[in-house]
């Protein structure tokens, strides 16, 4: 397939979900991963990540300035929030690719794009 290394699987929120499931179930995690426990750790995750930007100010779109190891922490702190996410969603029944694009609709309908003016009746 163009643009992916062989041996490299194309990453879906199915894949995930299901890396995760196998992941706790190898490990008798389930017992531990009710909606509240992954919850709890999902926002403990978020404040990890915040940690980042703390006290950055305002940070630059592509984080040019940013040293590499930086950036490796933050993909895996915003790793982490997203497993978490998606096992939460796993784990209380939700399809999360369904309710992000329900959203995402419903969000446009709530924030309709704004017309603009017509620029060559306001140039007149």
């Given amino acids: 397939m163009a643009g992916v290394s062989e041996g490299e699987e194309i990453v879906t929120l199915k894949l995930l979900k299901q890396k995760m499931h196998d992941f706790a179930r190898e490990r008798d995690w389930e017992q531990f991963h009710s909606p509240r426990n992954l919850l709890l750790a999902l926002v403990g995750e978020v404040g990890e990540l915040s940690e980042i930007f703390q006290w950055k100010g305002e940070v630059p779109k592509g984080l040019g300035d940013w040293k590499e190891e930086e950036k490796v922490h933050l993909g895996e702190e915003l790793?982490?929030?997203?497993?978490?996410?998606?096992?939460?969603?796993?784990i209380c029944g939700v399809d999360l690719g369904e309710a992000a694009l329900r959203k995402i609709r419903l969000n446009a309908i709530k924030y309709p794009i704004l017309s603009q003016p017509?620029?060559?009746?306001?140039?007149?």
């Fill in 118 to 124: 017509n620029a060559d009746a306001t140039s007149q």
């Fill in 79 to 90: 790793s982490d929030v997203l497993l978490y996410l998606v096992r939460l969603s796993d």
